[in-house]
């Protein structure tokens, strides 16, 4: 299995890095499982500003563009069956997140539409903010391989 990524628009990245958004709603389905760095796009959601609830949790907060700011690991995702948290949309597929972790340096990385595979060097820059127990909890020794 390989690490890949996800490209998400401010503030919905910091809001999974920095809060507590553990579903990001796509309109398709991903079978894959497992680490995903959460890469910031290097553009704002203009429509984030109408939501206030989300402007209130990132306040204070520098919102990086167009770099990985966190490791998080999808561990399921399923169609809408109504809003399973405050940060569900309806009629959307809903990724659940788990073991978000925050990097500590933003890591400029260029994003992608859908998954993606992210560049060696980001991946050993990513694993080199992470301890051994965090990496070891959010993907195998396989898919870190070789960046130590």
């Known amino acids: 299995m390989t690490i890949r990524a996800l490209t998400v628009r401010q503030p919905r990245a910091s809001a999974i890095a920095h809060a507590d958004k553990r579903i990001e709603n ?6 894959h ?3 995903v760095l959460i890469h910031s796009a290097a553009k704002v959601d203009p429509a984030a500003n109408r939501h206030a609830p989300m402007t209130a949790i990132v306040r204070g907060l520098q919102l990086d ?6 490791v998080a690991r999808i561990v399921a995702c399923h169609p809408d069956d109504g809003q399973c948290t405050p940060w569900s949309m309806p009629g959307h597929s809903h990724w659940q997140l788990d073991q978000v972790t925050a990097l500590s340096l933003p890591v400029t990385a260029t994003g992608a539409l859908q998954l993606w595979t992210p560049p060696e060097k980001v991946l050993e820059t990513v694993r080199l903010q992470l301890d051994d127990a965090t990496a070891a ?3 195998s020794d396989d898919e870190w391989a070789g960046l130590r």
């Not at 796509?26 to 079978?31: K, N, Q, S």
């Not at 563009?65 to 966190?70: K, S």
């Open 65 to 70: 563009l167009g770099a990985v700011i966190a």
């Open 33 to 35: 499982r497992g680490a």
């Open 137 to 139: 909890a959010l993907a």
């Open 26 to 31: 796509r309109t398709w389905t991903t079978p």
